[in-house]
């Protein structure tokens, strides 16, 4: 038991360590340019890191393409759960994206490759990629009424799925300088990832809390038993089962908070929601992860 407990510690330890580092930066009153951050990340950085982790996995192929289809299934499940339950309450259902949309980059990302090693990031890049197009696309579509399929189809995201998909697949040799620069690039994603977490949490306020828990808590729960349950469903195992359930509950993603603002949305309940379901995965995760590497 002692020796699970350091390892689930040893796991997510970095995570928060660098979340804390934006903490702290934010606080001590310097500046961190969040937008420019971001668009570096999600334009050059994540695209490389998932071009060169589907490229060179060695995760089977056919592996790779069932986590896909149980991220799919995860995400309509999750979006059809969280829409009903919304109405019953006479909120708007449109929020369900952001219940939906977990934090599956800036912490799933690590905490699948701290629990699981390479195996583990490549399952969990597969579910990331498909939350990214599906939130990028359809999500702004929900949000903003608009319904072009313009954002997702531009994507560097989409783009660096589908080649490297295909380069695993057909075997294709790459020059090894454009595989050390895909992995140069793609190895800023994790820490800045966390860091920009962290800035993003320390300027987040919460009004409302006992709605704010109340509404976290049916979020998280559901979560949890939809990532068991899918997994079951589809017969997923080991590492694979593991991953699915991590990236399904993991917290509400800080994107959600950028997006409300932009399409005009209730920005105060969504990060609200991020805030707190973040401060719950402090306790709730170590458990999952008890239980998942027992």
């Known amino acids: 038991m002692f020796q699970l407990v350091v390892q689930i510690l040893g796991i997510v330890a970095p995570a928060a360590i660098l979340a804390s580092i934006g903490i702290i930066w934010t606080k001590s009153g310097r500046e961190f340019p969040v937008p420019f951050v971001s668009a570096i990340v999600t334009s050059i950085g994540l695209p490389a890191l998932l071009f060169h982790t589907l490229a060179t996995s060695t995760v089977d192929i056919s592996a790779l393409g069932n986590m896909v289809l149980a991220t799919f299934v995860v995400l309509c499940v999750f979006t059809v759960v969280a829409v009903l339950y919304l109405k019953q309450a006479n909120k708007d259902w449109r929020l369900c994206v952001a219940h939906v949309t977990g934090n599956t980059g800036n912490l799933g990302l690590p905490v699948c490759y701290f629990a699981y090693g390479d195996e583990g990031i490549a399952y969990a890049m ?5 939350q990214c ?3 990028f696309s359809v999500g702004e579509a929900v949000l903003s009424g608009n319904r072009s399929v313009k954002p997702a189809l531009t994507s560097p995201i989409l783009h660096a799925v589908w080649l490297g998909m295909l380069v695993r697949y057909m075997e294709w040799p790459m020059p090894q300088f454009l595989m050390d620069t895909a992995s140069l690039l793609g190895q800023m994603v994790i820490p800045f990832m966390l860091i920009t977490l962290g800035v993003s949490l320390a300027g987040m306020s919460v009004r409302g809390l006992p709605s704010t828990v109340f509404w976290s808590l049916i979020r998280t729960c559901s979560a949890i038993v939809i990532g068991f349950a899918i997994a079951g469903l589809l017969g997923l195992e080991g590492v694979a089962r593991g991953v699915l359930i991590i990236e399904t509950a993991v917290p509400v993603a800080v994107f959600n908070f950028l997006i409300a603002v932009k399409h005009n949305r ?12 973040h401060l719950a ?3 709730y995760l170590p458990i999952l992860l008890g239980v998942l590497l027992a």
């Open 126 to 130: 597969a579910f990331f990629a498909v």
């Open 133 to 135: 197009l599906l939130l």
């Open 266 to 277: 209730d920005s105060t309940e969504v990060s609200g929601l991020i805030l707190v379901t």
């Open 281 to 283: 995965a402090i306790v």
